[in-house]
């Protein structure tokens, strides 16, 4: 399961650099540029979820001892 959330995480890391790239800085509300930030957003919540499904599993670990 570690190695799963892990793969996850580098895939949203993944996620977030090719949005960037998509990303116009000079007009971010527009077109493709919208859908990039929409996906950089999304990408930051899904590695949010993950974190703390981490770090459940690891309370969960030590209640059991």
């Known amino acids: 399961m570690k190695i799963f ?3 996850l ?3 949203a890391l993944g996620l977030i650099i090719f949005n960037i790239t998509m ?3 000079s ?3 527009k077109g493709d ?3 990039a930030l929409i996906g ?3 990408s930051l919540c899904a590695i949010c979820i ?3 499904f981490k ?6 670990k030590k209640t059991k001892r």
Request: aromatic share 8%; no cysteine; hydrophobic share 65%.
């Open 33 to 35: 540029s919208l859908i």
């Open 9 to 11: 995480i580098a895939i």
């Open 55 to 60: 770090m459940a599993k690891n309370i969960e």
């Open 40 to 42: 950089i957003i999304a």
């Open 5 to 7: 959330i892990y793969t």
């Open 23 to 25: 990303l116009d800085f």
């Open 27 to 29: 007009n971010p509300a």
């Open 50 to 52: 993950l974190i703390i």
